[in-house]
């Protein structure tokens, strides 16, 4: 069995001392990568609004988080001033990110929001749960069947690839280069891609864009519900308002795509290997789930809160971006126009002004405001899917193989803005 210290290696305090006094976005070493937070507590402690090396400014307390959050008016998501000189003006990326739902401001965010939530009502994703279980439970059974597997590719991966080829009625034999594609597209947004990574980022957005092309002119052709179909939905627009264009459409497309495949991936496969780093948490957990049983209420009640602090301990996209359009104070400090500021939202989860002991994970907190979903008008859009996946994957994994254990050291992601797992096999028993 892989020993709990060989998934999150310690960092010692003389290392994250050293780290802190010289942070910077844009040069981060493998071991901060692997373990953020002890530098993170450090710079929320001694210089929670830290001035970067490019002038723009690092945030790690809740409270300063929660004013940018608010504060839209101000704060702007719009991305092209930052994208431009990062992607280049006219690439497929630069393109993509200054399009997608995230990284813009109403009222392009105001239209494509309302509508892809049209299509993610309550009583629309309580219609997805049957599908979400029995698609877990195949994968279980073809785990079973091997007696392991990778609980990424294997398992975390496939749920979410799954409900948003769904929801815009990508075939089952189109899947395939989703997540490639997602990964590589997601992976450029580091704070300072390489080369490679910008390449795979270009060529993914432009087979991407190819592929959907396809995908609108057949929906066109022969549209699907649009209470359910988030793709016709996007289509169609509001009965009495504008519709999108098809730069917009395509792009957001890409964007549903991504931002409900990674974050997903990450809370899955996360939140499994936190069970195996906390094996008294996960007995806690258990012993819970075998308290409420059959009651589905219940149940559903231990895992939400479960899920939560996966989410708090270990969120899935650890840092947000904005851009102040005109002169604002953050946590004292004052910024002028046109300052960019960065929200570490791994940080913000773990202030002790906010978590009674927040470097403790534990899975019955209650009143858990995290902010793993963001705040205020660009609050994840895909929240209630996203627990629901949690949930259910979380919760039918733990029934079937209380006692998995992993096989060999899983290999983490090594990003800073996205924060999960690539790999990490494990044997049923």
Not at 143 to 172: K, R
């Amino acid at each position: 069995m892989i020993q709990p210290h060989q998934i999150t290696p310690p960092m010692g305090a003389d290392r994250a001392r050293e780290i802190a006094a010289t942070f910077d976005l844009r040069a981060l070493p493998a071991d901060f990568l692997a373990n953020p937070f002890p530098v993170y507590a450090l710079l929320r402690e001694h210089e929670p609004v830290r001035r970067m090396p490019d002038g723009s400014l690092f945030l790690t307390r809740h409270a300063d988080l929660m004013a940018v959050y608010r504060d839209a008016a101000v704060f702007s998501s719009d991305k092209h001033v930052e994208f431009a000189p990062k992607y280049g003006v006219g690439s497929p990326l630069y393109e993509h990110h200054t399009t997608s739902l995230v990284f813009n401001d109403p009222p392009l965010h105001t239209r494509v929001r309302k509508l892809i939530m049209g299509a993610l009502t309550r009583r629309a994703i309580a219609d997805m749960e049957p599908g979400l279980v029995t698609l877990v439970d195949q994968l279980l059974d073809r785990i079973e069947a091997q007696g392991g597997g990778d609980l990424v590719e294997d398992f975390a991966s496939a749920i979410p690839v799954e409900i948003i080829g769904n929801l815009l009625g990508v075939p089952h034999a189109d899947r395939g280069p989703l997540r490639d594609w997602s990964l590589a597209i997601l992976g450029a947004l580091e704070p300072v891609p390489t080369p490679e990574q910008h390449a795979a980022g270009n060529r993914s957005v432009t087979e991407m864009l190819a592929y959907l092309r396809t995908l609108v002119a057949a929906r066109r052709q022969a549209p699907g519900d649009p209470e359910r179909d988030v793709l016709t939905r996007l289509i169609q627009g509001e009965a009495s308002g504008e519709k999108l264009s098809e730069v917009e459409l395509l792009q957001n497309c890409i964007f549903l795509l991504n931002a409900g495949h990674e974050t997903t991936t990450n809370l899955i496969g996360n939140g499994l290997i936190l069970m195996q780093e906390f094996p008294v948490q996960r007995e806690q957990l258990l012993a819970d789930l075998r308290t409420a049983g059959t009651d589905e209420a219940a149940r559903e009640q231990v895992l939400t809160l479960a899920v939560d602090e996966c989410l708090r301990f270990e969120s899935s996209n650890q840092l947000g971006n904005r851009r102040a359009l005109s002169s604002a104070t953050v946590g004292g400090m004052a910024l002028d126009a046109g300052a960019l500021v960065t929200l570490c939202i791994g940080a913000a989860n773990r202030d002790p002004a906010v978590y009674d002991q927040p470097e403790t994970l534990n899975l019955r907190r209650e009143g858990n405001k995290h902010l793993a979903f963001g705040f205020g008008i660009h609050q994840c859009a895909g929240l209630s899917l996203a627990r629901l996946e949690g949930r259910i994957a979380i919760g039918r994994f733990l029934d079937r193989f209380p006692r998995f254990e992993l096989s060999a050291p899983p290999v983490r992601g090594g990003r800073a803005r996205f924060r999960g797992f690539l790999s990490a096999p494990f044997r049923t028993a």
